[in-house]
């Protein structure tokens, strides 16, 4: 992967070096040209000033210096030539001559041209006396050797500069690609420092990390810390578990054995196997409330799917009646009243579940007689439902407690309960945005739960 951005950048330079190359030898030549046609306008104006008319006969004088600034005896030769009106004047008659009828003009003009073989830059220049009708034109051509040689000299010296440029560029992008990645060698340093039980322990350093790094190094610590605390929910709830489940198989296997040596005729062998059914129950429930409380831990899920308007009276009201024929078996009382309708969005199944384990304590926990009240009530823009029951209730300094997972009162600690069920209560009800609340029964005795879910907008 590294050689081949080294390669792409390397190839970026070559490609940049031969723009500047081309460009530059445009320009070159551009400004060679420019150069040099100066001197050859100061020469040909120098000439073309001397021009005169004296007896009718145009007369010139050629300065010393108008070929001097021009010739060059290593390279160009320099020729000139005076005409008017067909008639040569002075200088060399077999010259390329301005070309007849086009517009005299009225400064120097330039064009390229061909003499003895050679290619020529010419000067054309004008020149208008009293009392002659036609122009007399003073041109000046000089061969292109010297400009050339310029130009070539100027383009060389350009391309060795590029070609130091891509050398010098080549050889310290690998370099200048490690120091500006340093930043994130060191953050992989220390990501490959985590440890896999605490990831987060020590959050990544944000110290030389660059500006744009710091919100992906800010996300990443966040990220490592949720990690971290998601290990530590799954090592404690995996520990509690399994000293939660001891009990119930602790108790199957010695029921078992009992059953086993004792046989099902012996009365003590019957009694053993209706504990070993009493047991293989409790670990149905431990195991059901378990994997509701994992699920309930991925609340993200829960809130995606919480889209689509139920009525919750009906779901509270189909969560009762599948609970009555338990309620009716110990002999509780279980009535269900308030609103006919309250539309929320949530998800059935959990708020089925969150209901469900609340009317299963109620059932659980209360003495045989006794009664669970279920209300659906409307308070602005919330939704309302209510447990009640007259059961021996939760002291008030120990309610905020009985939501840690497997937490159990004393005076229950001798029941079939695991600690769970308020725990998938609080944990369900916040993945649906709901609010749980415990307070004293109306009566002064007994427990209320309460659970708050928004309302939907009326249409």
């Given at each position: 992967?590294?050689?081949?951005q080294?390669?792409?950048?390397?190839s970026?330079?070559?490609?940049?070096?031969?723009?500047?190359?081309?460009?530059?030898?445009?320009?070159?030549?551009?400004?060679?040209?420019?150069?040099?046609?100066?001197?050859?306008?100061?020469?040909v104006?120098?000439?073309a000033e001397?021009?005169?008319?004296?007896?009718?006969r145009?007369?010139?004088?050629?300065?010393?210096?108008?070929?001097?600034?021009?010739?060059?005896?290593?390279?160009?030769?320099?020729?000139?030539?005076?005409?008017?009106?067909?008639?040569?004047?002075?200088?060399?008659?077999?010259?390329?001559?301005?070309a007849?009828?086009?517009?005299?003009?009225v400064?120097t003009?330039?064009?390229y041209?061909?003499?003895?073989?050679?290619?020529?830059?010419?000067?054309?220049?004008?020149r208008?006396?009293?009392?002659?009708?036609?122009?007399?034109?003073v041109?000046?051509?000089?061969t292109?050797?010297?400009?050339?040689?310029?130009?070539?000299?100027?383009?060389?010296r350009?391309?060795?500069?590029?070609?130091?440029?891509?050398?010098?560029?080549?050889?310290?992008?690998?370099?200048?690609?490690?120091?500006?990645?340093?930043?994130l060698?060191?953050?992989?340093?220390q990501?490959?420092?985590?440890?896999?039980?605490?990831?987060?322990a020590?959050?990544?350093?944000?110290?030389?990390?660059?500006?744009?790094?710091?919100?992906?190094?800010?996300t990443?610590?966040?990220?490592?810390?949720?990690?971290d605390?998601?290990?530590?929910?799954?090592?404690?709830?995996?520990?509690?578990?399994?000293?939660?489940?001891?009990?119930?198989?602790?108790?199957?296997?010695t029921?078992?054995?009992?059953?086993?040596r004792?046989?099902?005729?012996?009365?003590?062998?019957?009694?053993?196997l209706?504990?070993?059914?009493?047991?293989?129950?409790?670990?149905?429930?431990?195991?059901?409330?378990?994997?509701?409380?994992?699920?309930?831990d991925?609340?993200?899920?829960?809130?995606?799917?919480a889209?689509?308007?139920?009525?919750?009276?009906q779901?509270?009201k189909?969560?009762?009646?599948?609970?009555?024929?338990?309620?009716v078996?110990?002999?509780?009382d279980?009535?269900?009243e308030?609103a006919?309708?309250?539309?929320?969005?949530?998800?059935?199944?959990?708020?089925?579940?969150?209901?469900?384990?609340?009317?299963?304590?109620a059932?659980?926990?209360?003495?045989?007689?006794?009664?669970?009240?279920?209300?659906?009530?409307?308070?602005?823009?919330?939704a309302?439902v209510?447990?009640?029951?007259?059961?021996?209730?939760?002291?008030?300094?120990?309610r905020?407690?009985?939501?840690?997972?497997?937490?159990?009162?004393?005076?229950?600690?001798?029941?079939?309960?695991?600690?769970?069920?308020?725990?998938?209560v609080?944990?369900?009800?916040?993945?649906?945005?709901?609010?749980?609340?415990?307070?004293?029964?109306s009566?002064g005795?007994?427990?209320?739960?309460?659970?708050?879910?928004?309302?939907?907008p009326?249409?």
């Amino acid at each position: 992967m590294a050689n081949r951005q080294l390669i792409l950048l390397a190839s970026s330079l070559t490609v940049l070096a031969l723009m500047i190359v081309l460009g530059g030898g445009w320009y070159i030549q551009g400004f060679a040209e420019r150069t040099s046609d100066r001197v050859l306008r100061a020469s040909v104006s120098a000439i073309a000033e001397t021009v005169a008319i004296e007896n009718e006969r145009i007369t010139l004088e050629v300065p010393p210096g108008a070929f001097g600034m021009l010739e060059d005896a290593a390279r160009d030769n320099v020729y000139y030539t005076v005409h008017t009106g067909g008639h040569t004047v002075t200088g060399y008659q077999d010259f390329p001559r301005y070309a007849p009828g086009r517009t005299a003009p009225v400064d120097t003009e330039f064009r390229y041209d061909t003499y003895l073989g050679q290619r020529v830059r010419v000067a054309t220049q004008a020149r208008y006396l009293p009392r002659h009708a036609a122009p007399v034109y003073v041109e000046v051509a000089e061969t292109l050797d010297e400009r050339e040689a310029l130009t070539r000299a100027m383009l060389m010296r350009l391309i060795l500069a590029a070609a130091l440029l891509v050398i010098m560029a080549a050889l310290l992008i690998k370099p200048a690609i490690r120091w500006g990645l340093r930043p994130l060698t060191r953050l992989q340093e220390q990501i490959a420092q985590r440890s896999p039980q605490q990831p987060a322990a020590k959050p990544l350093e944000m110290e030389g990390v660059p500006t744009e790094l710091r919100g992906l190094v800010n996300t990443f610590n966040l990220l490592l810390g949720r990690l971290d605390a998601s290990i530590k929910r799954v090592r404690d709830f995996t520990g509690d578990a399994s000293h939660q489940m001891r009990t119930p198989l602790t108790a199957l296997r010695t029921h078992l054995m009992l059953v086993r040596r004792l046989g099902t005729n012996h009365p003590d062998g019957a009694s053993a196997l209706q504990e070993v059914d009493l047991a293989a129950r409790r670990l149905q429930k431990l195991l059901g409330q378990l994997l509701s409380l994992a699920r309930s831990d991925d609340t993200q899920p829960l809130q995606a799917m919480a889209h689509e308007a139920i009525d919750l009276v009906q779901t509270v009201k189909a969560v009762t009646t599948e609970h009555a024929p338990r309620a009716v078996e110990k002999g509780i009382d279980i009535t269900m009243e308030g609103a006919p309708y309250l539309p929320v969005a949530c998800d059935q199944v959990v708020v089925s579940e969150v209901i469900g384990n609340i009317v299963d304590n109620a059932i659980q926990y209360i003495p045989p007689g006794g009664k669970v009240m279920v209300r659906c009530l409307r308070a602005e823009t919330m939704a309302i439902v209510e447990v009640e029951d007259d059961g021996p209730g939760i002291p008030k300094d120990q309610r905020s407690l009985v939501f840690n997972r497997f937490y159990r009162l004393s005076r229950d600690k001798s029941s079939d309960g695991s600690g769970l069920g308020l725990a998938i209560v609080k944990s369900l009800a916040n993945s649906v945005g709901a609010i749980v609340e415990l307070a004293e029964g109306s009566s002064g005795r007994g427990l209320l739960v309460r659970v708050r879910f928004p309302l939907l907008p009326k249409a």
